[in-house]
């Protein structure tokens, strides 16, 4: 407001006391004005016809329509004496007005003043030359805001604000609960959330809780630009979050995210935050759980969508379910599965990190930027719209690495495949390949491979065949045991040094002179066997 504006109010509201038989002295105590001003302002209303002679009182002629001025405008003493800096701005009055319509700010016109106006020019008096002249910049001209109309079921506009600092009975923190409203364009029926947060499930799911109660999907939905939905906000075109995108996909409308600072492009919803806090003022400050305020809150909305609207004079609810429920969109038969998107650098073996696990993408790509979404089964990465790898979400505690056969370094593939196990034991014989298969088939991890490691190290100290006759006897008696087959080898490997420590035993020579030739036992055997037949003993 200016001060000429405001002198015309004071003065309309001192004339008007005095219409209505108000004294100077009543004047003065309610108005804090002086007394010198409103008797002033008395003779010039006596001169208008305002009151009559007397002062107060209704006069013959009535007061002009608000706002106009009821008084002419006293003209500015300064006015005939004008300074040199103010006949120099003036000799450039033309171009000073080309760059207010042109939107320049005040102080960059000043800056780019021709170099021998800007010589003898302060700031300040270039100010009150703007000021003295009228000539105040956009502002003062108005901007013309067309107005907002959406057909039935078009448009969903939502807005956040701030609800109230409250201590959540649950964890005794301080906390802010942030409302989450949203308005249909054409019904101007008026939905309400209440949230802790404002990421991207939250949003989204607040968004699909809103489709529900309404039983459909408008064909888009208007917004401002927060982070979980405009990754960059663009006067032009924004860079959608693409978990965002998918949700419309899903649901079959798209995002409309208004320029920075353009609220007013909105409309409809941003007078809502502070009505919503209105509602809860019956609570006195009480909370109890942010599902039992948010119910208190939207019976009061529910009750606000009965009543006639401000703006349109007709009742958001009725105009709701004649009009524009049926224009909405069918909601899909499956609820959209909710993802998490995010991004990172591939790391110097192959890895990329994602919600505390380390999924592998290849070592070739590393230093690059790869997009990773990920639902709650599993996990996709892209680089450059380019798929690279699909895994299933890991969950286990334990598991810290996700990675391919293909993406695993040799020594890694080794730890996790049997098959390496029983395709080195078949190098040293059959029988070393089964009994590795049977240690590996008892299923106890690390225990079994240090056995099967144990076994197939031996052939450092023996023999392929003699490991093998080893694993075959340790089989014979049903034993997965390392023990067992180091003991088998080295029973061997002593019998064998036993062998090789005794004397050979030498033939026996031609016989002695009492002995008889084993021949001739040879031929007496046919005869025992004969009589013993017959029944002889």
């Known amino acids: 407001m200016t001060l000429t504006t405001r002198r015309r109010l004071m003065d309309r509201k001192i004339v008007e006391l005095l219409m209505n038989g108000a004294s100077v002295m009543d004047i003065v105590a309610s108005l804090k004005v002086g007394k010198g001003r409103i008797k002033k302002l008395r003779e010039k209303a006596k001169a208008c016809g305002y009151v009559p002679p007397e002062g107060r009182g209704a006069g013959p002629a009535a007061l002009p ?14 006015a005939g ?35 021998e106006v800007l010589a003898e020019v302060s700031r300040s008096s270039f100010y009150r030359y703007l000021a003295r002249s009228g000539i105040t910049g956009v502002e003062g001209e108005g901007r013309v805001i067309p107005e907002i109309a959406h057909d039935p079921g078009e448009a969903l506009i939502l807005d956040w604000g701030k609800m109230c600092h409250v201590v959540d009975p649950e964890s005794g923190r301080k906390r802010i609960a942030w409302a989450f409203i949203g308005v249909m364009g054409y019904s101007r029926l008026r939905l309400v959330r ?100 948010e119910a208190y809150l939207r019976g009061k909305v529910g009750l ?56 592998a ?6 230093g690059k930027l790869v997009t990773i979404i990920a639902d709650s089964k599993q996990v996709t990465i892209y680089r ?21 056969q293909h993406h695993l370094k040799p020594w890694e593939q080794n730890l996790g495949d049997s098959g390496f196990y029983v395709e ?63 003991r088998f080898l080295e029973n061997a490997k002593f019998a064998a040094a036993q062998s090789a420590a005794l004397p050979a035993i030498p033939a026996p020579g031609g016989g002695h002179k009492y002995a008889r030739s084993m021949a001739e036992y040879k031929d007496l055997l046919p005869g025992i066997w004969q009589h013993k037949e017959e029944g002889h003993a």
């Open 65 to 78: 329509a608000y706002p106009a001025a009821i008084f002419p405008d006293e003209a500015d003493r300064r």
């Open 81 to 115: 004496r004008q300074s040199a800096e103010h006949q120099k701005l003036e000799s450039i009055r033309s171009w000073i007005e080309g760059r207010i319509q042109a939107e320049w700010d005040p102080i960059t016109i000043y800056e780019e003043l021709p170099k």
């Open 194 to 293: 209440l949230v802790w947060r404002m990421d991207v499930e939250t949003t989204l799911r607040a968004v699909e809780s809103m489709f529900r109660e309404l039983g459909g999907v408008p064909r888009k939905i208007t917004i401002d630009n927060p982070k979980c939905i405009a990754l960059n906000a663009s006067l032009y075109e924004p860079l959608l979050n693409p978990v965002a995108e998918r949700f419309a996909g899903h649901y079959g409308f798209f995002w409309e995210c208004l320029p920075p600072r353009e609220p007013q492009m909105k409309g409809h919803v941003e007078k809502q935050v502070p009505y919503m806090r209105r509602l809860r003022q019956a609570r006195d400050g009480a909370w109890e759980s942010i599902e039992a305020e």
């Open 304 to 359: 606000a969508n009965d009543k006639p609207h401000g703006t349109t004079r007709r009742r958001p609810a009725e105009v709701w379910a004649a009009e524009e429920k049926t224009a909405m969109k069918r909601l899909p038969a499956l609820e959209y599965a909710m993802e998490q998107y995010s991004e990172g650098l591939v790391r110097r073996d192959g890895y990329v990190r994602f919600d505390n696990r380390y999924y």
């Open 361 to 366: 993408v290849g070592a070739g790509l590393t």
């Open 384 to 404: 450059e719209s380019q798929l690279l790898e699909v895994y299933e979400r890991s969950r286990d505690p334990r598991q810290m690495k996700v990675a391919k």
């Open 424 to 486: 080195r034991a078949g190098r040293l014989g059959p029988n070393v390949s089964k009994w590795v298969e049977e240690v590996l088939k008892q299923g106890q991890g690390f225990v079994d491979t240090r056995k099967v490691w144990g076994v197939l190290s031996l052939d450092k100290k023996h023999k392929a065949a003699e490991i093998d006759q080893a694993c075959g006897l340790a089989l014979a008696l049903g034993s997965t045991s390392y023990r067992v087959v180091v």
